[in-house]
């Protein structure tokens, strides 16, 4: 990756004078732009919590990213450091150097890309390359992308290459096909006021059996297809995918074919909306090497069917996508009062109150023998996953002062989510109490007080080892000058923990700058840590103690 720059610059060279007529038009409209991050921690020693130790007390992660840009050429480049990972990022992104670089050129028909690239075909079920900075991943794809246009509507996509694996790339070859059709676009007088898009996709892996014991496929296909209708007051989104056999070290290597379906419905009005879905995993986990865990290599996406908590406490039992096997439902209702009714009860501002729940099971089967088993596609699972039951209500009392309440109630399976299902943990049974207070004192300071209460059942019998478990009470006092500065004071206090030794208080104080595109955060104090998850996708973060400093800014 440290000698891509090179190849890059005599790349870009080559595609100008490739065209030596238009050379001046690909050059019109130069912009250069880009952004960069920055986050660094000094880690102290802390018997109480047990904070985990960094002998070099200092750690950074660090990102550039460049952009040049004209009319039909593009040109990438981001410069990574990590000096060394935070703790709770793989160790093996340890190291400097170009972690991204591409070039591309577009016009009204044909878009190609040659270096690295990020792409989704559909939700991502069998393919999504991504970078998401807070949960350590970025699975870039190394290779070549062709998209194309033939006519208004039409949108076919090829790419091979191979993903990023921290510095070095996997031992497998992907290769993948997409095509995406807008019916109203085709014909947009048959379907003017019927939008609706299909799609299907085809995703091939290629990698070499370098094992004795079984006989493993070297080429795994995946395919999937989809449709999407969006009218004023309703919409539906389905996706059925299918992968063929591929045993690897996370599905203790079966050899069943994999399946997927994902269903997104939604209805709304002024003021009123409902949202419902439903998805089955079954064996669907797709990666780049048969060998990888955590969060290496996905080749895939998942979508969760749960709701993404906000408050600190109940995001503490984040539950993440089991793409070897589970059923997942997800029901959310938004409902905003009438003026009428709002008038009634005194105020002539909007009150908003939100609803919902989700559930999530194992799949329905049946073992067959070491490498197989029967799956009942209608069937659901007798063990439970997660299961989570929420209401918010939201009314500003007057002009200044605003209100939230909210009441959050979880079963979460911590064998499943953080043991691999090994029986140790049990189920935590938890309810949560939540109230946020907004006063706006004028038009430059905002005070915002959040309060949080937690009564949590940990069924596990090894609860006295367990750092974090028990009743928690959360207290976050922030207070905003703007447009520049933000303090604010976070407690996190496990008063009900089983072992009187991590009966403590979790203080952190932060202090943020904005100046335009540019944003600096310094922090002290400890970190509860526990489970981070964006999307069903889930990463460790360990307690820790110490200083932060976090800066961002793009130009």
């Known amino acids: 990756m440290k000698k891509a720059s090179l190849f890059f610059f005599a790349l870009f060279e080559l595609i100008i004078l490739s065209f030596p007529i238009k050379s001046q038009s690909l050059l019109e409209n130069l912009q250069i732009g880009g952004n960069f991050q920055s986050d660094s921690y000094y880690y102290l020693p802390d018997s109480k919590i047990e904070a985990e130790q960094a002998p070099e007390k200092i750690l950074s992660n660090n990102y550039l990213y460049l952009t040049f840009s004209t009319n039909y050429i593009n040109v990438f480049f981001r410069f990574e450091s990590y000096q060394n990972p935070i703790l709770g990022f793989d160790p093996r992104y340890q190291g400097s150097g170009i972690a991204y670089r591409s070039v591309s050129y577009r016009n009204d028909f044909l878009g190609v890309t040659v270096g690295n690239f990020y792409e989704q075909f559909g939700s991502g079920m069998i393919l999504r390359a991504y970078e998401e900075r807070n949960l350590g991943i970025d699975n870039s794809i190394d290779g070549a992308k062709i998209e194309v246009n033939p006519t208004n509507g039409i949108t076919l996509k090829g790419v091979i290459g191979k993903q990023r694996h921290f510095w070095s790339y996997s031992k497998a070859i992907i290769r993948g096909l997409d095509l995406e059709t807008s019916l109203n676009s085709l014909f947009p007088n048959a379907f003017e006021k019927f939008p609706l898009i299909l799609g299907g996709s085809l995703v091939s892996r290629y990698q070499p059996d370098m094992d004795s014991k ?80 955590g969060l290496e290599l996905f080749l895939n996406y998942l979508p969760s069917a749960t709701k993404q908590h906000q408050y600190s406490l109940p995001a503490f039992y984040s539950p993440s996508t089991q793409g070897n096997g589970e059923v997942g439902i997800q029901s959310e209702i938004n409902y905003t009062l009438p003026k009428e009714i709002t008038l009634f009860f005194g105020g002539k501002f909007e009150t908003n109150i939100v609803a919902g729940f989700s559930l999530i099971k194992s799949i329905d089967t049946t073992r067959i023998d070491e490498f197989s088993y029967n799956s009942n596609f209608w069937g659901i699972g007798k063990e439970l996953f997660y299961q989570d039951v929420f209401f918010e209500i939201r009314r500003r009392i007057t002009k200044e002062f605003e209100t939230k309440l909210a009441y959050i109630w979880q079963i979460y399976n911590k064998d499943v989510m953080e043991n691999e299902g090994s029986p140790l943990y049990g189920k935590v049974k938890n309810h949560t109490l939540i109230g946020e207070f907004i006063l706006s004192f004028d038009k430059r300071n905002t005070l915002r007080l959040e309060l949080q209460h937690m009564w949590s059942k940990n069924d596990s019998t090894v609860a006295k080892e367990d750092k974090k478990n028990g009743n928690w009470l959360a207290i976050l006092a922030e207070h905003s000058i703007a447009p520049n500065w933000y303090f604010s004071i976070l407690d996190q206090w496990n008063y009900g923990n089983a072992n009187d030794n991590f009966k403590t208080h979790y203080i952190k104080a932060i202090v943020t ?9 310094f922090g002290f104090g400890r970190d509860a840590g526990g489970i981070v998850c964006i999307g069903g996708v889930c990463r460790q973060v360990p307690i820790s103690y110490g200083f932060s400093l976090s800066i961002t800014t793009s130009f």
Do not use: C, M
């Open 214 to 293: 079984y006989k493993l496929p070297e080429n795994v296909l995946a395919f999937a297809t989809r449709f999407d209708l969006s009218l004023d007051w309703f919409s539906i989104n389905f996706e059925y995918a299918k992968k063929i056999n591929d045993p690897t070290t996370r599905n203790k290597y079966t050899y069943n074919n994999g399946d997927g379906i994902n269903l997104s419905l939604s209805t709304f009005t002024e003021g009123f909306s409902v949202l419902l879905n439903l998805h089955r995993y079954d064996n669907i986990e797709f990666r780049t090497d048969r060998e990888a865990k």
């Open 513 to 521: 700058y904005i100046q335009k595109a540019t944003r600096i955060s």
